[in-house]
């Protein structure tokens, strides 16, 4: 599923660095790791991978495959520039 998605983050203008597990403790957590130029732009992703035939098959694998036990959003922001 993660490799479903960091061509289509890149083709709607993201950039996506990654994802992430944990090398100790927890087994079940995992970050995708991802940035676009603006809240708007992302905002313009969410909406266009809804209508998008390749993000609703990723959609579809995951709830096929229930490689997705929940789901988390978090806005990050640099702390240093």
């Keep these: 599923y993660g490799k ?3 061509p289509l983050v890149e083709k709607f203008g ?3 660095h ?4 944990p090398s ?3 087994n079940n ?7 676009f130029e ?3 732009a992302y ?19 995951a709830e096929e495959t229930g490689c997705i036990v929940s789901y988390e959003r ?8």
């Design 4 to 6: 479903l998605w960091i």
């Design 14 to 16: 993201g950039q996506h």
């Design 18 to 21: 990654g994802y992430f597990m």
């Design 24 to 26: 100790e403790g927890a």
């Design 29 to 35: 957590i995992a970050l995708a790791l991802f940035t």
């Design 38 to 40: 603006s809240l708007a």
């Design 43 to 61: 905002e313009r992703y969410r909406e266009a991978s809804m209508q998008d035939a390749d993000c609703q098959a990723a959609f579809r694998y």
């Design 74 to 81: 978090s806005f990050f922001r640099p702390v240093f520039k």
